[in-house]
């Protein structure tokens, strides 16, 4: 197996690993140590089936279901199989979604600067992403060091985070996006705390701990919270802190959501970008989560809003 840093900071590429078949021991346990110094490893030319991939990402944890059962299943289920995620701007049909489908708005979602499932107790630890169409324009994928960021962080504002906490949620960016969800599904993920800094576990470097479903910092007003959030993800996103990933159909990419935050870039969405997501839970877990009452009133079903005190 050989392992090429491909960005000055973080990111390297793999090869000479057939990720077809099943991986050895000792090959398992070398990704396990390239991802937790890189963050992002990248093999190309793999064109795996939909059980392949599950089969390759199951070696390293148990694998996520929970997002497609509850949320993801609830606008198609095109792929059939609870631990894959459709990322993709097609229609259970096959054909390519149109604009104001789900689908494709989800697809909008992720072109913010996230970390998957940064809004649950329990977060994503690794995602691997295979493509199946890339885009012939654009749909690259972006990765941000959040390691790096913090290093690169001025003091002053180290220590304004340093104790802070924030809190997640994951209709924050659904609403904004103009996604209506009923009372059920906007109950489906609580609220949660963690702290805006914190530890990586396999480098044991420092990070900034904010995605774009941070709606408030506990202890700030809300402006001022939300303010601090922009202007750390402005910082997490600077050209030094990010490798962005150019698709080709066969790719597939694996990064540590510890580490990293990600996010797709514009692409013509009437041209079919085809992609299938894994990933694995970590054993982290949030500070807690709050009570749906601790929400802002905007936020509420809006039959419920009305009568809200």
């Known amino acids: 197996m050989l392992v090429r840093p491909i960005n000055p900071?973080?990111?390297?590429?793999?090869?000479?690993?057939?990720?077809?078949?099943?991986?050895?021991?000792?090959?398992?346990?070398r990704i396990e140590n390239e991802i937790q110094e890189f963050g992002v490893l990248?093999?190309?030319?793999?064109?795996?089936?939909?059980d392949q991939q599950v089969a390759f990402a199951s070696s390293f944890g148990p694998l996520d279901t929970g997002l497609q059962t509850k949320l993801l299943n609830k606008v198609q289920n095109r792929l059939g199989h609870a631990a894959l995620s459709d990322i993709s701007n097609v229609d259970a049909s096959g054909q390519v979604a149109d604009r104001q489908h789900?689908?494709?708005i989800m697809?909008?979602?992720?072109?913010?600067?996230?970390?998957?499932?940064?809004?649950?107790?329990h977060p994503f630890r690794y995602s691997i992403l295979s493509s199946q169409a890339a885009a012939s324009w654009g749909g690259q994928t972006q990765f941000a060091d959040l390691r790096a960021a913090y290093d690169n962080l001025d003091e002053r504002t180290r220590d304004l985070i340093r104790d802070k906490e924030a809190v997640f949620y994951?209709?924050?960016?659904?609403d904004f996006l103009g996604i209506e969800d009923d009372e059920a599904q906007r109950q489906t993920y609580p609220p949660v705390?963690?702290?805006m800094v914190r530890t990586h576990p396999g480098s044991g470097r420092k990070l900034i701990w904010v995605d774009n479903k941070v709606f408030k910092v506990l202890g700030m007003s809300v402006p001022e919270g939300r303010v601090l959030v922009h202007e750390l993800l402005e910082h997490i996103g600077q050209r030094e802190h990010v490798y962005s990933h150019t698709w080709e159909a066969g790719d597939v990419v694996m990064w540590d959501n510890r580490s990293v935050l990600h996010r797709g870039r514009r692409f013509d969405l009437n041209e079919r970008r085809e992609m299938r997501r894994v990933s694995t839970v970590d054993d982290s877990s949030s500070?807690?989560?709050l009570s749906f009452d601790e929400l802002p009133r905007r936020w509420m079903a809006p039959e419920n809003a009305e009568h809200a005190e």
């Not at 990248?42 to 939909?50: K, L, N």
């Not at 913010?112 to 107790?121: L, N, P, V």
């Not at 994951?170 to 659904?174: L, P």
Request: proline share 5%.
């Open 287 to 289: 500070l807690g989560e």
């Open 193 to 195: 705390r963690w702290p």
């Open 102 to 104: 789900k689908q494709t």
């Open 170 to 174: 994951a209709n924050y960016t659904r």
């Open 107 to 121: 697809t909008v979602g992720n072109m913010y600067w996230h970390s998957d499932a940064s809004y649950e107790h």
């Open 42 to 50: 990248v093999f190309r030319r793999q064109p795996i089936t939909a």
């Open 9 to 29: 900071v973080f990111a390297a590429e793999v090869s000479d690993v057939d990720l077809c078949q099943p991986l050895s021991d000792g090959q398992r346990e």
